[in-house]
T-cell receptor, first 110, second 116 residues
Framework: ELKVEQNPLFLSMQEGKNYTIYCNYS?????LYWYRQDPGKSLESLFV?????AVKQEGRLMASLDTKARLSTLHITAAVHDLSATYFC??????????FGTGTSLTVIP | KAGVTQTPRYLIKTRGQQVTLSCSPI?????VSWYQQTPGQGLQFLFE???????NKGNFPGRFSGRQFSNSRSEMNVSTLELGDSALYLC???????????????FGSGTRLTVV
């Protein structure tokens, strides 16, 4: 069974600092998705990574995919309070089926 | 542009009852997937529908079923509810057909089901 591991599970960081969330998965896939979830809310799509070496950036967030290492990273630059949320990576298989990671709960402290 | 709409938002049911949840995808989206989210198990795939056909199913008991209508709206049904079925049920839609590579899925706000 496909396993998707995220670390850390919990992350508390000061505003202005940088940090990286890691997503490791156990099977071959070249489709990796990052979502954000605020408390009590649904999942908001952040990035869709579709090939080895893909890198996408939006604001203070940058995601990358290394399919050979089966690793994706979500890098946070100069964190701000508005980034506080839970971040999920998800590995895409076929027919609309994602395997989600455990999530990383991020708290940005002023 | 309207997003993915799920109804109802909240639901309280008693053990042994059955429940039907509804999902209206974004206009033009033909693929609908359902997920269960719980604190213990995280986000787990239930099933996916495209053009009224279930194309893939996750590892859930037969009490969980679904269907899709010709207008792409989808419903999921849970029969003989158990306490462990309490969860946030999310549906997601996508415009893609056989090629799932380019679009990702847009999620609805979910239905929070509580079984007492």
């Amino acid at each position: 069974e496909l396993k998707v591991e995220q670390n850390p599970l919990f992350l508390s960081m000061q505003e202005g600092k940088n940090y990286t969330i890691y997503c490791n998965y156990s099977t071959t896939s070249d489709r990796l998705y990052w979502y954000r979830q605020d408390p009590g809310k649904s999942l908001e799509s952040l990035f869709v990574l579709l090939s080895n070496g893909a890198v996408k950036q939006e604001g203070r967030l940058m995601a990358s995919l290394d399919t050979k290492a089966r690793l994706s990273t979500l890098h946070i630059t100069a964190a701000v309070h508005d980034l506080s949320a839970t971040y999920f990576c998800a590995v895409g298989l076929y027919l609309g089926q994602f395997y989600f990671g455990t999530g990383t709960s991020l708290t940005v402290i002023p | 542009k309207a997003g993915v709409t799920q109804t109802p938002r909240y639901l309280i049911k008693t053990r042994g009852q059955q429940v039907t949840l509804s999902c209206s995808p974004i206009s033009g989206h033909r693929s609908v997937s359902w997920y269960q989210q719980t604190p213990g198990q995280g986000l787990q795939f239930l099933f996916e529908y495209f053009s009224e056909t279930q194309r893939n199913k996750g590892n859930f008991p037969g009490r969980f079923s679904g269907r899709q209508f010709s207008n792409s709206r989808s419903e999921m049904n849970v029969s003989t509810l158990e306490l462990g079925d309490s969860a946030l049920y999310l549906c997601a839609s996508s415009p893609q057909g056989n090629h799932l590579r380019d679009y990702g899925y847009t999620f609805g706000s979910g239905t929070r089901l509580t079984v007492v």
